[in-house]
């Protein structure tokens, strides 16, 4: 790209990361207009579209599914992609086109959306940066999923929308002392299963998770960290592991394993945790955001 490209693309990325969510912070309802910009992108990545044009009618089961799979905790008001759909228009680079005026923060129609002659669109010149160059589309995906999802559940999005290959290889910088003070804290072990390794002198297959998801504003403070290994942090960001009463794990009741596979999960429940902090306890704050945003199900 030309700088000029480049300069148009950095406004772009500014513009998605200021995405007006959801007031309540409740990661179900913030996170849809993000899938949204993604299943767009993905569409246009995979030439599933010939013009600068989206029909709701196209998108909506895709976009229902993406929600509630990646949506984070469900609303009592389920996924309703329309939602997104249509108050994306408060955001400068997106159009809706409907049969009927809609006063702004008003949800329009399903059938609205529904009619052949309704659509979304990108601005022009954000549809033509975007469809002309790969290296533009891998940049607003990593900048969406950096801005409000942990690394862990990256490539399960990028595979469910079909971004696997699309890579800007530009990745967000952690803090270093972070990860050294988890790791520390829980003896370089996982905090759910006591799972150690050392591979070449040095602890191998364990991560330094944090609790409130860094996306939104968990800090990087030893209290809002745990130590956990591969399969135990997957699981601890996708909701289907909780931490109740400080230290009891619990599993999502809507986990349910379909053979000896998800033992190493469900072999978890109701045990305490098999390693304890040295010196620092994760503050009751962290897991309470936790309970209320990401675990999936009643312990």
């Not at 513009?15 to 969510?21: G, V």
């Not at 996924?79 to 949800?107: A, V």
């Not at 160059?133 to 079909?162: F, K, N």
Request: aromatic share 8%; with cysteine.
């Amino acid at each position: 790209m030309n700088l000029n490209e480049l300069q148009k693309l950095d406004e772009l990325l500014e513009q998605f990361r200021s995405m007006k969510l959801h007031g309540s912070g409740r990661l179900g309802a913030a996170l849809k207009k993000p899938l949204l910009v993604l299943l767009l992108v993905s569409r246009i990545e995979n030439n599933r579209v010939e013009e600068n044009r989206f029909h709701f009618d196209e998108i909506e089961k895709q976009l229902e599914r993406l929600i509630r799979e990646h949506g984070g905790r469900p609303t009592k008001s389920g996924p309703r992609p329309e939602q997104p759909f249509s108050h994306l228009r408060s955001s400068p680079f997106w159009i809706l086109n409907s049969q009927r005026e809609y006063e702004s923060g008003t949800t329009a129609l399903v059938s609205d959306l529904r009619d052949p002659n309704s659509y979304g669109a990108f601005q022009p010149k954000v549809y033509q940066l975007l469809r002309s160059s790969s290296d533009a589309r891998a940049r607003v995906v990593d900048s969406i999923l950096q801005e409000w999802w942990p690394e862990t559940l990256h490539g399960d999005i990028r595979e469910d929308l079909g971004l696997d290959r699309l890579d800007s290889q530009r990745r967000r910088q952690r803090d270093r002392q972070f990860t050294i003070d988890v790791l520390e804290n829980f003896r370089y072990s996982c905090a759910f299963c006591g799972f150690h390794a050392v591979l070449n002198g040095q602890a191998t297959g364990i991560d330094a998770a944090h609790v409130q998801w860094h996306a939104y504003r968990g800090p990087d403070d030893v209290a809002n960290g745990i130590s956990l290994c591969k399969l135990h942090h997957w699981a601890f960001d996708k909701g289907i592991l909780g931490v109740m009463d400080g230290k009891r794990i619990c599993i999502a009741d809507v986990f349910v394993a379909q053979s000896d596979g998800g033992l190493p999960l469900e072999s978890l429940k109701d045990h305490t945790f098999a390693v304890e902090p040295r010196n620092n306890a994760i503050a009751e704050q962290f897991l309470d955001w936790h309970r209320n945003n990401v675990y999936l199900g009643a312990a």
